[in-house]
């Protein structure tokens, strides 16, 4: 079973910047494409970033690029989102999961607690 614990979350005034963190166990971390996901009350999943197995490619949904930066280190079966110059559209619960190659679809069933980004105007 897999556990995933997201974390670093906050208050942050518009244009401010957040550090995600999403450390996963019960699977070889490193086997993954990682993504990160956000969600608003009411409203379905979505898919914010992804990154390969080996963090040579990343990909980003048309709302955070140039904004979000995911990133990975496979020691530490970690996960990272940079989130710089914040909108109040980014507020949202931020999870992490594995995501099928080439897709923006999340491959795991469990998913972690979430952690709240809330962006003020």
């Known amino acids: 079973q897999v556990q995933l614990v997201e974390s670093g979350g906050g208050l942050v005034q518009a244009g401010g910047s957040l550090r995600l963190s999403c450390a996963a166990s019960g699977r070889t971390f490193s086997n993954y494409y990682m993504g990160w996901f956000r969600q608003t009350p009411g409203k379905e999943r979505e898919f914010a970033a992804a990154i390969s197995r080996g963090a040579y490619n990343t990909y980003y949904a048309d709302s955070v690029k140039g904004r979000f930066t995911i990133s990975r280190d496979n020691a530490k079966n970690t996960v990272y989102l940079q989130m710089n110059s914040l909108k109040p559209e980014d507020t949202a619960v931020y999870y992490c999961?594995?995501?099928?190659?080439?897709?923006?679809?999340?491959?795991?069933?469990?998913w972690g607690q979430g952690t709240q980004v809330t962006v003020s105007s």
């Open positions: 999961n594995a995501v099928q190659p080439g897709t923006r679809v999340a491959i795991w069933r469990d």
